[in-house]
């Protein structure tokens, strides 16, 4: 049997190694501390952690999503939910459960109209506009998808340069093949950071849009 959850929740990052735990850790604490049970999912680097069950999410109050990158919130659909960035869920935990389980808090819908109105005022405050906000997740997602090419292909290069500077350089006197190999490696790396960028953001305005 699922265990129940008076709240639930989900937190993610561009980078999805430090804000996303944060945000975890301070909502769940909050909520300990306010009496209440709460349980967090992540969308880090490495994936998703603690996911959410249909039956965890049926049986909640009330939802906080509090990230940057989409958490496929339309899950929480039925739901009063309050969706701010993932800073919010490390500054201010406790005024976030507090208007999730507001009477005045809409239910949310799983579409762009309905996610307009169960953002409401947090959205506005945060990001100007509830289509602001859409716009500005939408590009955190995107990059948070760009980052492994670019960290990859970066240590790759750096790697390479570990035979001197000008080791890639077939003219030059520095110049070794295995080091060449990872330059280039790294290199193609690199250039699919705008590609994987271009291709995720479009999905993800799509997936929004209902």
Same mark, same amino acid.
């Not at 994936?47 to 496929?72: C, F, H, R, Y």
């Not at 109209?113 to 509830?130: E, F, L, V």
């Not at 716009?135 to 001197?164: C, D, E, K, Q, R």
């Given at each position: 049997?699922? $265990?129940?959850?008076?709240?639930?929740?989900?937190? #993610?990052?561009?980078?999805?190694?430090?804000?996303?735990? +944060? =945000?975890? $850790?301070?909502?769940?604490?909050?909520?300990?501390?306010?009496?209440?049970?709460?349980?967090?999912?992540?969308?880090?680097?490495?994936?998703?952690?603690?996911?959410?069950?249909? $039956?965890?999410?049926?049986?909640?109050?009330?939802? /906080?999503?509090?990230?940057?990158?989409?958490?496929? =919130?339309?899950? &929480? =659909?039925?739901?009063?939910?309050?969706? /701010?960035?993932?800073?919010? #869920?490390?500054?201010?935990? $406790?005024?976030?459960?507090?208007?999730?389980? =507001?009477?005045?808090?809409?239910?949310?819908?799983?579409?762009?109209?309905?996610?307009?109105?169960?953002? @409401?005022?947090?959205?506005?405050?945060?990001?100007?506009?509830? &289509?602001?906000?859409?716009?500005?997740?939408?590009?955190?997602?995107?990059?948070?998808?760009?980052?492994?090419?670019?960290?990859?292909?970066?240590?790759?290069?750096?790697?390479? +340069? &570990?035979?001197?500077?000008?080791?890639?350089?077939?003219?030059?006197?520095?110049?070794?093949?295995?080091?060449?190999?990872?330059?280039?490696? @790294?290199?193609?790396?690199?250039?699919?950071?705008?590609?994987?960028?271009?291709?995720? !953001?479009?999905?993800? !305005?799509?997936?929004?849009?209902?």
């Amino acid at each position: 049997m699922a $265990e129940k959850y008076d709240l639930i929740g989900a937190t #993610g990052c561009a980078t999805g190694i430090v804000h996303t735990y +944060m =945000a975890q $850790e301070a909502l769940e604490n909050a909520a300990k501390k306010m009496g209440y049970t709460m349980k967090v999912e992540t969308h880090g680097q490495t994936g998703v952690d603690d996911p959410l069950t249909p $039956e965890e999410i049926s049986n909640a109050k009330a939802g /906080v999503v509090a990230s940057d990158v989409d958490v496929d =919130a339309d899950r &929480f =659909a039925g739901k009063k939910v309050v969706q /701010v960035p993932v800073a919010d #869920g490390i500054k201010e935990p $406790e005024n976030l459960i507090n208007r999730a389980l =507001a009477d005045s808090t809409p239910v949310f819908k799983a579409n762009l109209a309905g996610r307009a109105q169960s953002a @409401g005022t947090a959205a506005a405050a945060s990001s100007g506009t509830s &289509f602001w906000h859409l716009i500005y997740t939408s590009l955190m997602n995107g990059i948070s998808h760009m980052l492994p090419f670019v960290v990859a292909g970066g240590v790759l290069m750096a790697i390479s +340069m &570990f035979w001197g500077i000008d080791s890639a350089n077939v003219k030059s006197s520095q110049y070794n093949a295995f080091a060449a190999m990872l330059n280039t490696i @790294g290199s193609t790396s690199m250039n699919l950071r705008c590609p994987s960028w271009a291709a995720t !953001l479009p999905r993800r !305005l799509r997936s929004a849009a209902g």
